[in-house]
């Protein structure tokens, strides 16, 4: 049995918060106190290796991370299969880590009015799914609108408030995923202005340094992005030798193994303020073709060291 890790600070809320312009200056120290990463895996990262669902989770825990993020789909399979919610609540919680996030494709922001109903009862199912194995957060991509027509970002943020309603009541929150390759919230500047507009108070985006790439966010926006306004980001990296328009997930590598600017996204990340939980999210084909252990702890540590190497810089 591995044992129960001691438990981080628990998360805040992006309550009485403002989204842009955090009091705090970029320049003046930070107390270490109320600004802190954990780390988390995206089972993205390990799932070509096909070791099973449970599987999963040890390796997660063996290898050092605070929380997993899992995949809908995976935990519906375990069910069909005869598996139920309350053994596997027991099995996480044994193994001492938390449920961060899930990775889901409803279809809540479409135009067409009969698939966002189906796409909002979904997402109330899956919710619910999730509470019950204590997961507090659900990811809200642009799923169902990555091509044209391009939406008005005024009903994409009235849409997303009436999902984040049901997280009220579910205690799951949905937050707001930017994909690089979409049509619709394929850039940081969007999900800002659908996460202020929505005016609730736990809206909240889910960035990706490779998506930011993909789709030309670039990263100073970061430093206007206050407290929890952000929880969680992917980490990975993006190749220096395929232009943007181009790249694909698969393409992604281990935090610090590319191009990204991971000195600048740590030190915004900082300074912005709120517990931010980094997780690792990969694609790559090559790390498939290795041991799922082996890939797991490798990116845990370079993920570490591109967060160590960013903090010698901030004066604490």
Not at 257 to 262: I, L, M, R, T
Request: hydrophobic share 40%; net charge neutral.
């Amino acid at each position: 049995m591995i044992s129960r890790r001691k438990a981080i600070k628990n998360l805040g809320i992006f309550s009485g918060s403002t989204l842009l312009f955090p009091q705090q200056s970029i320049g003046s120290p930070v107390s270490a106190n109320n600004n802190n990463f954990s780390y988390c895996l995206n089972t993205s990262t390990i799932s070509g290796q096909k070791i099973g669902f449970l599987k999963e989770f040890e390796i997660t825990a063996s290898a050092g991370y605070d929380g997993i993020e899992v995949w809908i789909r995976d935990i519906q399979k375990y069910m069909e299969e005869g598996g139920n919610l309350k053994d596997l609540k027991k099995y996480i919680d044994d193994l001492g880590i938390r449920v961060e996030n899930a990775i889901g494709f409803a279809q809540w922001i479409v135009d067409d009015n009969n698939k966002r109903n189906a796409g909002i009862e979904q997402l109330k199912r899956e919710m619910d799914l999730l509470a019950q194995i204590g997961c507090k957060r659900i990811a809200a991509p642009p799923a169902g609108a990555t091509s044209k027509p391009i939406l008005d970002l005024f009903d994409v943020a009235n849409r997303y408030r009436t999902i984040l309603e049901i997280g009220d009541k579910t205690g799951v929150t949905p937050q707001l995923e930017i994909w690089g390759s979409s049509a619709n919230l394929y850039h940081i500047s969007q999900a800002v202005f659908v996460t202020t507009a929505a005016n609730h108070p736990k809206a909240c985006i889910l960035p990706d340094v490779y998506h930011m790439f993909r789709g030309g966010s670039g990263y100073q926006s970061l430093k206007q992005i206050a407290g929890n306004a952000i929880e969680m980001f992917h980490f990975n990296d993006f190749v220096a030798d395929i232009p943007r328009e181009q790249q694909k997930d698969s393409d992604r590598v281990y935090p610090g193994d590319g191009a990204a600017p991971f000195k600048q996204i740590v030190t915004d990340l900082y300074n912005a303020g709120g517990t931010k939980i980094l997780s690792l999210e990969l694609f790559n084909q090559n790390y498939w073709e290795k041991d799922a252990f082996e890939v797991a702890k490798t990116g845990l540590q370079k993920m570490k060291m591109v967060v160590s190497e960013a903090l010698k810089t901030i004066d604490h």
